[in-house]
């Protein structure tokens, strides 16, 4: 399937994932980066790649619901039940 767009929302995105790349040089630490509260429609970008020296860029569907897994992964790294 495939999806117009126009030449803004280009630009627009390209200018998102230059921002995320720069946050994400600058702190070695930060694995995802948003322009505020993740929320439907928005872009979120994610530390990616072998090396993780890549940025991959997803828009959150009308459907998503912020959910924290902040507590999904055990001190052990393992997973909760």
Known sequence: M????TLQEHV???EFAERAA????NNKDIYTYSDGQP?????LAL???LGNDC???VRLDDDFEP???QQAIRADGGTTP
Not at 2 to 5: E, L, V, Y
Not at 39 to 43: E, I, N, S, V, W
């Open 12 to 14: 627009a995105l390209s």
């Open 67 to 69: 959910v924290n897994f």
């Open 39 to 43: 929320a439907p429609g928005q872009l």
């Open 22 to 25: 720069r946050s994400m040089e």
């Open 55 to 57: 940025v991959l860029v």
């Open 47 to 49: 530390r990616w790649g």
């Open 2 to 5: 495939s999806k117009m767009t």
